[in-house]
Structures are given as structure tokens and as C-alpha cells.
């Protein structure tokens, strides 16, 4: 959004809903101008995967040359906002499809735990018909090749077979040929408005509003900041909504002005501000989001969070994470001082360090509450959605081979080249090309289909994760105001399950979980630890899991699944709880006061 610089630009944000009020007809026409900006705009910068991206001056000349054709059709003011998305998603999809092509180039090997249908061992990253073309000598030459290869490397090696000018024997070529098209099918050039339902966001700033009787847009802009400011710390105290009326830029130019109303109501203010000192809060910035059927108005409010001295807590809470509960915590109380010296240190320690910490040092502190979240449910969701992606790829890969066969005879029929294009819409008297181009489109439309339900499944799963992440991270973040605590997390990267593993669900389920899924709760929860002013420390992993903080002992074999038996003394407990004490105490344990026995076997 735009509203990531200035004097509050090192600010934490938060959205905040201001009302919303039904479209009209210049509404849906500045939604419907903005997409089609959008499209005409991006559409003059496509460069393939394999092409150089243009430097952001050639990329800014083309656009700017776009956008002025545009004029009359819809305000620069939004004509620029249009130009500004366009160049971000141009580039941001140039930059993911290079990587994604260049991790399949470098895994180019890899083989799929469900095999083909005819029972060949399948290449996850190759279309299905090269796990049967490649024999496993074609596959090590080509992982060999990968390996020796950097990004610019392997792109340069890219850009010579599609030019016809590698030394790669043509099956290799071939093969890597279709894998860039697998990709570019993927990354697709940006396109907006492919579903009846988008919603246009579009970001305001001086410039969408009239100069007004200052006579300058920006100081317009200033006051308007200023106005929703004061609204919202006078609702925060307790008053009543405050309705600010503003007129922002018309969808035409030189056309009237549109009114919008924000209206700052206590409800949603309530949860983001707490007892914190309200005239620390300003609304930096808003947006409008277009839908088919209302305008929504949202206003960002911002705010430097003051976060607590570790000295200051009064308490410690630990946070185990983890797949089979996603996460457990314990709250003990803080008996003593925690030494910045030593956890600076320890963000250094290896295995090693972390071992002979534990075994000459204890705790016998008690939790004074915990709680356990049993993400049972999320994983059977998770894992139901994965079986449906698994059954989506193989119809997708089955449904491949027979279009390759139909453009293929297609192509003979015409005497053309076996890859080219074929034009779906002739029209011809010839009964057996008709036929075969009837069933190619219809078997192009139904693959479109598949893969148009398996991004939906996709984004159900990232749906599942954001509610699910937030909901545990609500309840980390209440049990840590309640508590005045810090909270003691681990220093954990989250890795997928080998597939020798027990606890190995598939690939699909482990991309699922594991692609961005630590990330997402740790980014979530820190910033809500932030935003409510809570210290968050940060321990080496090594070993928590395992050891009895009491008696100072580490042992794996103190750790049986879900039941953690202390050798010590045979005390029983949840291991995952457990793991949450151990960290949870970890910033205050103690030296032994005398060298610990072995304890026999």
C-alpha cells in the first residue's frame, strides 16, 4: 500500500474497515476502466521467462507510453494507480517463475511418491510423458548438468536450447523445453478481471483528492489525516462514531467529483488499540475496494509500539511448535534476572553448546497455566484438500498425452510442424479434422477447468492456515497480556518429513504445511506480540524436546511420541507441554550446585 513511507514509515499497521455503501453506475465504471487499464498497461511489457526483464526505466517508458493512450477513458489519477500495480505484478511474476523454473531445473530428478498410472516412476517437475521418454542414464545427465549451474547459469543455458544453439542432445532439449512450458503456463502473464467477483483496491493519496479551499492537494490531504486522527482517538476514549465525508477524484477527468463517507466507530478500534496511550495512534492512510456490489472504505492505522523491557515481565511463556498440535504453551513465573549476555551468546551455539547448557543447568519452576492446541481437525482438512490436489494432477497429467496425440495428427492432417499452433476455430469440410479439433478444445477447456478447481483448493488451504494461525496466536497473545510475560520461543526451522519418515503424509501435504506455514505463524505472531507491546526471546531448539530441566538431564529417549517420562524420577507428561516448560525456563535456569551422577541404565 502507500503508505509504507514518510514521517510513520517505520510504523506497524493494521487495517481497520470505515463502512461501506452500494456501487453506482460511475462506481462499476472506474472498477471496470481500472481493469482494463491494468490489462492495456501490463500488456506492454511481456517478456517470456527466459527473456532479460527490461530495467525499471525501460519498464516505466513502455508503461507511461500505455497509460497515455488511455486518456479520456479514465482519470490519470487512477490511470497512474493502475500503472503502479501493473509494473509490481509484471515484475513480481517474472521473479517467482525464474525462480520456480530454475528449483525445477536443479530438482530436475526428483521422483514422486505416487508413480504413473502404468506404474513408471513419475518426474514431479517434467510433464508425465518425459517420466517415460527419460531413461534414468537422460535423467543424471540432466540433474549433472543442473548441478554444475548457478541461476544465471542455468538461464543462460535455457535461452541457448530455446535458440537452438546448446550442444544438449535433442531429447534433453526437448525435455527441458517442456518443462519452461510447464512453468510459463503457470506464471502467467497478470490479468485482471478473470473473476466476475475481483475487487479493485485502490489506495489514496493527495493526489485522488480536490485541492479543496487550501487551493493545494496535499495540504487537502494533511488535513484530511489529521481530521481521521483526531477521529479516532476521540471514538477510542469512548465517544460516539464519527462520520468524515471526502470527495475523492472523479473516474473521468474533468467529470464530478465522488463523495465517500468513513465513518470511525469504537467496534473495530476496540480489539487494535486496548489500554494503550491512544494518542500514540494516527490513520496514515485509506483505500477503497470496488466490488461488483459495494464500496468498501478502509483506513490505516499506525502506530511505533512501545515493547516492554524484558526486565519489566513478570512472567515467561513458552511456546512449543509444532504439526500434531501446532503449538503449546506454558507460563511460569520469572524467579529471577534473564542475562542478555547469554542469549546473545546462545544465538550462536550449535548442538554442542546447547547439550552442555542443559546438562549443568536446572529449574524446578512449575507452569502457573498452559494450554495445548490439538490441531487434529486442521490436519485432516489439510489432508482431505491434499488427496483432491493429488487427484486433480494425475487427471491433468492423464488428459496431457491425448492432447499432445490430437495436435499432433491435427498438424499432419495440415503438413505443418508437429509443435505448432493449432487454430481451434477453422473451419473445415475435412470430417476427421473437424472432429479431432472438437475434441482438442474440449479437452483444452477441461484441463482449464481442473486447474482452475486446484488453485481454488490451494487457496482454501491458505485460507485454513491464516484462520487456524491466527486463532492460536490470539490465544498466545491474550495468555501473555494476562500474564505480563515474555514469551520464549525456539530458534526452529521447519523442514519436511523424509519419506522413510512414519509421520511422511505425501508430497503434496508436506508442500502444503510446509511451504510458508512456520513463516506464516511466526510473522502473525510476532507482529501481534509487537503491535501489544510483549518481548519475544529467542533460544536454540537443540535439545528441548528431550531434556528434564528439573534434574538437568537430556536424553531422546525420555521422549516417547506424545508422553515425555522423566529418567530421573519417572515423572509423566505431555511431551509437547513439556517441550513449552523447558523453553519457557530456559532464560532462567541455574547452575547445578554440584556435578550431576550419571544415572544408571
Known amino acids: 500500500m502507500a503508505y509504507g513511507k514518510g514521517s510513520r514509515g517505520k510504523d506497524d499497521k493494521r487495517m481497520v474497515a470505515l463502512g461501506a455503501m452500494p456501487v453506482d453506475a460511475d462506481w462499476l465504471g472506474l472498477r471496470r476502466e481500472w481493469i482494463h487499464a491494468s490489462n492495456a498497461i501490463a500488456s506492454a511489457v511481456r517478456p517470456t521467462l527466459l527473456d532479460e526483464m527490461p530495467t525499471g526505466k525501460e519498464v516505466d517508458r513502455l508503461m507511461l507510453a500505455a497509460q497515455a493512450e488511455l486518456k479520456g477513458r479514465i482519470n490519470s489519477v487512477w490511470a497512474e494507480k493502475a500503472r503502479i500495480s501493473a509494473k509490481t505484478a509484471v515484475i513480481e511474476r517474472h521473479r517467482r517463475g525464474q525462480a520456480n523454473l530454475f528449483g525445477r531445473l536443479r530438482h530436475v530428478g526428483t521422483v514422486g511418491d505416487v508413480p504413473c498410472g502404468d506404474g513408471t516412476r513419475r518426474l514431479v517437475n517434467l510433464p508425465e510423458e ?44 526437448e525435455a527441458l523445453m517442456a518443462m519452461v512450458a510447464v512453468v510459463e503456463e503457470r506464471f502467467r502473464h497478470p490479468e485482471w478481471g478473470r473473476d466476475a467477483e475481483a475487487v479493485v483496491q485502490l489506495h489514496l493519496d493527495y493526489r485522488c483528492l480536490p485541492k479543496g479551499e487550501s ?29 468524515i465525508p471526502l470527495l475523492v477524484a472523479a473516474p473521468v477527468a474533468r467529470g464530478p467529483c465522488k463523495l465517500v463517507r468513513a465513518v470511525v466507530r469504537q467496534a473495530p478500534l476496540k480489539h487494535l488499540l486496548r489500554n494503550e496511550d491512544v494518542d500514540a ?31 519489566a515481565a513478570t512472567h515467561l511463556l513458552g511456546r512449543d511448535y509444532g504439526y500434531r498440535n501446532t503449538a503449546a504453551f506454558a507460563v511460569v513465573r520469572k524467579d529471577g534476572p534473564v542475562d542478555p549476555g547469554l542469549l546473545a551468546a546462545s544465538a550462536e551455539w550449535g548442538k554442542e553448546e546447547a547439550k552442555a ?70 473451419v473445415t469440410e475435412d470430417r476427421h479434422l473437424a472432429g479431432w479439433t472438437r475434441r482438442l478444445a474440449r479437452l483444452l477447456a477441461y484441463v482449464g477447468r481442473l486447474k482452475l478447481e486446484r488453485r481454488g483448493v490451494y487457496r482454501t488451504v491458505e485460507g485454513l492456515k491464516r484462520s487456524w494461525f491466527g486463532h492460536v496466536s490470539g490465544i498466545e497473545m491474550r495468555l501473555a497480556l494476562k500474564w505480563d510475560a515474555a514469551v520464549v520461543r525456539e530458534d526452529l526451522t521447519v523442514v519436511a518429513e523424509e519419506k522413510g519418515s512414519p509421520g511422511y503424509k505425501g508430497r503434496t501435504f508436506s508442500r502444503m504445511m510446509n511451504d510458508g506455514a512456520k513463516g506464516q505463524y511466526i510473522r502473525r505472531a510476532s507482529n501481534k506480540l509487537r503491535w501489544n507491546g510483549v518481548r519475544e526471546v529467542v533460544v536454540p531448539s537443540y535439545w528441548t524436546s528431550c531434556t528434564d530441566v528439573r534434574n538437568g538431564v537430556v536424553d531422546r529417549a525420555q521422549r516417547r511420541g506424545s508422553v515425555f517420562e522423566a529418567k530421573a524420577d519417572g515423572r509423566r507428561g505431555d511431551s509437547d507441554l513439556h517441550a513449552a516448560l523447558t523453553l519457557a525456563l530456559w532464560p532462567i535456569l541455574r547452575p547445578l550446585a554440584a556435578p550431576r551422577v550419571a544415572l544408571a541404565a
Open 357 to 426: 547448557y542443559l546438562e549443568t543447568h536446572a529449574h524446578d519452576g512449575e507452569p502457573v497455566e498452559t494450554a495445548l492446541m490439538d490441531g487434529g481437525d486442521f490436519l485432516k482438512a489439510v489432508a482431505g484438500h491434499a488427496l483432491r490436489v493429488d487427484a486433480l494432477r494425475s487427471e491433468i497429467d492423464r488428459a496431457y498425452p491425448r492432447i499432445h496425440a490430437l495436435k499432433a495428427n491435427v498438424n499432419a492432417r495440415l503438413g505443418a510442424e508437429p509443435d505448432s499452433l493449432v487454430d481451434l476455430g477453422m
Open 215 to 243: 487551493g493545494s492537494n496535499k495540504e487537502a490531504w494533511t488535513a484530511l489525516q489529521d481530521r481521521m486522527t483526531n477521529a479516532v482517538r476521540s471514538v477510542a476514549r469512548g465517544g460516539e462514531p464519527v462520520a
Open 281 to 311: 495512534f494516527a490513520m496514515g492512510s485509506l483505500c477503497l475496494e470496488i466490488g461488483p456490489c459495494s464500496v468498501t472504505v478502509k483506513g490505516v492505522l499506525s502506530h511505533r509500539p512501545k515493547v516492554r523491557p524484558l526486565e
Open 130 to 173: 518425459w517420466s517415460r521418454r527419460l531413461s534414468d542414464a537422460d535423467v543424471g545427465a540432466l540433474k549433472a548438468l543442473a548441478d554444475s549451474l548457478d541461476f544465471a547459469g542455468a538461464m543462460s543455458l535455457l535461452r541457448k536450447v530455446r535458440d537452438g544453439r546448446s550442444n544438449l542432445p535433442p531429447l534433453h532439449a
